[in-house]
């Protein structure tokens, strides 16, 4: 089939986050499973019993989050503490939370000196709603934007715009004015603002380094806010978060989008 003939479609997710799960006891790690799954539709759950299982799916599989016993057999071990070790070679920030029965302060100032930073949930009074609640927080503070701005001077006026919050930018007015499209997290909105200002004089911009990226002669998008691709009559289109309407990709502008997109996928 030519793609460039046919109306078709093909979407490369990104949003999708993975957990990781190392736990050999396999009545603990069934209820693990059950409580994340309950909670989250958009997770993609990963889980291993075994030290050199769980060494393979880390070797092998983008994670966002690891949640791993400390020992993986029945015996006194800290399996799981070297798992982390090798873990963190690959994920220098990302959460690992350990699940212990040793609540030994000394012991997980051991365990920080050896991976760094890492959150500890004693077994035994694990709950549903704390594990729940400590992986809500931590996906959320991982997602956090970098602060940065971009700067519109009209007149006597100095605007800055959060980049984080702009999920698209279009030229109006023969190219003189360009259309903000802002989504606030917080209130769960989305408004528009009109500048006097070029989409290069934006793109030329500090702040827009690694956020927005110029898909076309007259739009720019965020490109962390890209969810997909589709090929209709031809013509190249980006989905992006908050947006039903589809952005047209210029063909001069196809091969650094698609790398983009390709980026987004490998994190």
Request: proline fraction near 1%.
């Amino acid at each position: 089939m030519n793609v460039l003939s046919y109306k078709m479609q093909f979407w490369w997710e990104v949003k999708m986050k993975t957990i990781f799960i190392a736990e050999n006891n396999r009545d603990h790690l069934k209820m693990l499973r059950k409580w994340i799954e309950g909670e989250f539709s958009d997770i993609q759950l990963l889980t291993a019993k075994t030290f050199l299982d769980g060494r393979d799916i880390v070797e092998n599989n983008h994670i966002d989050l690891f949640i791993l016993d400390i020992g993986l057999t029945n015996e006194d071990d800290e399996q799981g503490v070297q798992l982390a070790e090798e873990i963190r070679e690959k994920y220098p920030h990302n959460t690992i939370i350990f699940q212990t029965v040793q609540s030994d302060h000394k012991y997980q100032v051991d365990i920080h000196s050896r991976i760094g930073s890492a959150i500890y949930l004693v077994k035994q009074e694990l709950s549903k709603e704390r594990l729940i609640a400590t992986i809500h927080h931590e996906l959320d503070r991982f997602a956090a934007p970098l602060t940065s701005f971009i700067f519109i001077k009209e007149r006597s006026e100095r605007t800055l715009i959060p980049t984080h919050q702009i999920f698209r930018i279009e030229k109006v007015n023969n190219g003189h004015d360009a259309v903000f499209f802002l989504y606030d997290k917080k209130s769960d909105g989305i408004t528009t603002k009109i500048f006097r200002i070029s989409l290069t004089g934006i793109m030329d911009q500090a702040g827009a380094r690694g956020f927005l990226l110029r898909c076309h002669q007259s739009h720019i998008i965020n490109q962390k806010m890209m969810e997909g691709v589709t090929v209709e009559e031809s013509m190249y289109k980006v989905k992006i978060e908050h947006e039903d309407e589809l952005i047209p990709i210029g063909r001069n502008y196809r091969d650094k989008t698609l790398k983009a997109l390709g980026r987004m996928l490998k994190k």
